[in-house]
């Protein structure tokens, strides 16, 4: 299936605000298979309005369920915001890209759970940070 959107902040409200920098996770990621290691294709999102979540400069980071992850940054991005975006965390159980060419992955026993905290770096255009 597509990727799950985790909604990581409240929708943005008004105008001036940017999404920039390089955001830092501290995630558990856990393989929902017994002995099979795991990995979450992580991508910050951008929801706006009805329209499907979309990556953020197509930035995706993977991790592995057999790896701890403090304060680990993911892919750096840039994005002016609008009034109602919601900024989260796209979470793919498969990316293509991350396959090696002639040789494709079985995702079918990708299952994950992934659990933490991610900081955004969200500021307002003239340098604030919220």
């Given at each position: 299936t597509g990727p799950q959107f985790v909604p990581l902040a409240d929708p943005v409200v008004g105008a001036d605000q940017v999404l920039a920098g390089v955001p830092v996770a501290s995630l558990a990621v856990t393989s929902d298979?017994?002995?099979?290691?795991?990995?979450?294709?992580?991508?910050?999102g951008i929801q706006r309005g009805e329209a499907e979540p979309f990556p953020v400069d197509y930035q995706v980071q993977p991790l592995r369920s057999d790896r701890a992850h403090e304060d680990a940054p993911l892919r750096g991005v840039a994005e002016r915001l609008q009034p109602?975006?919601?900024?989260?965390?796209?979470?793919?159980?498969?990316?293509?890209?991350?396959?090696?060419?002639?040789?494709?992955l079985n995702f079918a026993t990708n299952g994950v759970t992934v659990e933490g905290t991610?900081?955004?770096?969200i500021f307002q255009a003239a340098g604030q940070r919220r």
């Open positions: 298979v017994p002995g099979v290691v795991g990995t979450a294709f992580l991508a910050v109602g975006d919601r900024v989260g965390l796209l979470i793919y159980g498969d990316f293509l890209e991350f396959e090696a060419a002639g040789q494709p991610v900081r955004l770096p």
